[in-house]
């Protein structure tokens, strides 16, 4: 027995790196699969489906349900509202690149959404994977290391959402692949990939950001690493490029439904059911989210409080020995992403979907080498995933633990 495994693992330790990558992947979504499984056993009638739906039906809730929504019957052009005069939830919310896609593909193929979606959130996953071993392996120079780390990535706790419904899986390969181009430097490439993906997820703001601090870092390091004029005008275009593409689609709402606020207002919908209906402050909702979470009746400000300490603590994670090992511009990209989120989010139970993107963090977890420890956090991974379904995938009633 023994001698089988020595001989399993020799092969594998010999197959080129795209095929133990692909390997760890298919393990993953098995992984997944069997989870699952398990709980849509268990799932009772639901807004979306019946008991106990199968694979296919249950990977399509939630969200899904928007998108298939928007492949099917595109965006109103007149916003819903509610009893009391307010924009009610609609499809501006869901951007069109994946559920256009699906569209097209199930046209093509004529199979159905449940089976077309699902198949285009699986194959993008296994290629932001593939892109993912060659990023981690340019900034962490271990190849033994950048593996573990896609390990780590495709056993995430959120990580069942490349095999659901949802455009996260695209996105996620449209943005690993935007970072690789950027610390590869191959700066042109980015424009064609940054426009896809501002109208897969919202990113393009985020994206901007991460590219105006990298021009400013390259500068200030110019001695180290030489930063051309031409380089310098290429990213900074670019950057303003992004930023464009973050407001080409709420641009888009305004121009379809004639209200200059369709997609702000269509996006805060969904948080009304938490604080009612506010225009959107920047930076407030994170404030607004932790005082509705933690009220405290002694009127001490609970809420303001534990919002600075995870600030802090989330500023001073990036300066540990592990995270500084994957380079300034991942560490950039993190910082931008956290201070969009920060500016825009409102937290709740699809908090943990929304931190999908900072995935570059995987590269310092993986770092360690001992056996014990990364075994152990393959288990947690998995343990957190098998949590992550149950709490917020499945149904129970009327639910308030949206993915």
Not at 77 to 99: I, K, R, S
Not at 191 to 199: D, E, K, L, S, T
């Amino acid at each position: 027995m023994i001698t089988r495994r020595r001989a399993a693992l020799v092969r594998y330790r010999v197959l080129p790196w795209w095929a133990r990558v692909s390997l760890i992947y298919i393990a993953a979504r098995i992984v997944s699969t069997v989870i699952i499984l398990a709980i849509a056993a268990g799932q009772g009638a639901n807004p979306w489906t019946g008991a106990h739906p199968g694979y296919f039906d249950f990977a399509t809730i939630w969200d899904g349900h928007w998108y298939f929504i928007v492949a099917v019957t595109g965006y109103p052009d007149q916003l819903p509202m509610t009893a009391d005069g307010h924009v009610g939830e609609n499809a501006w919310a869901f951007m069109p690149v994946y559920p256009f896609l699906v569209r097209g593909l199930m046209i093509v193929t004529t199979l159905s959404w449940p089976v077309v979606s699902v198949a285009v959130s699986v194959i993008a996953g296994l290629g932001a994977a593939l892109v993912f071993f060659k990023l981690m392996a340019h900034v962490l120079s271990d190849a033994r290391t950048a593996m573990f780390s896609v390990v780590l990535f495709c056993v995430a706790p959120v990580s069942a959402l490349f095999q659901l419904s949802y455009a996260e899986s695209l996105h996620t390969f449209l943005l690993v692949l935007a970072l690789y181009l950027v610390v590869r430097r191959r700066y042109g490439w980015l424009v064609p990939v940054i426009a896809v993906m501002a109208f897969t997820r919202p990113s393009g703001l985020a994206f901007a950001l991460f590219l105006g601090l990298h021009v400013i870092v390259r500068f200030a390091t110019r001695t180290r690493e030489p930063f051309p004029w031409r380089e310098r005008i290429v990213v900074s275009l670019i950057a303003v490029f992004s930023a464009i593409m973050g407001l080409a689609w709420p641009a888009i709402a305004a121009l379809v439904t004639g209200d200059v606020t369709a997609y702000t207002d269509t996006e805060l919908a969904w948080r009304s059911a938490y604080i009612g209906y506010q225009h959107l402050v920047p930076f407030a909702p994170w404030f607004q989210s932790a005082n509705w979470w933690l009220n405290s009746q002694s009127g001490f400000p609970v809420g303001g409080l534990v919002v600075v300490l995870l600030i802090v603590a989330f500023a001073l994670s990036l300066l540990i020995a592990p995270v500084r090992r994957l380079g300034a511009d991942l560490r950039i990209w993190v910082l931008s992403y956290g201070v969009y989120l920060l500016a825009v989010f409102f937290p709740q139970s699809s908090t943990f979907r929304l931190l999908m993107p900072m995935f570059p963090l995987l590269g310092a977890v993986a770092q360690p080498k001992s056996l014990i420890y990364r075994v152990a956090m393959v288990c947690v991974f998995i343990a957190a995933q098998a949590g992550w379904l149950l709490l917020c995938w499945g149904v129970d009633g009327a639910d308030w633990t949206p993915p």
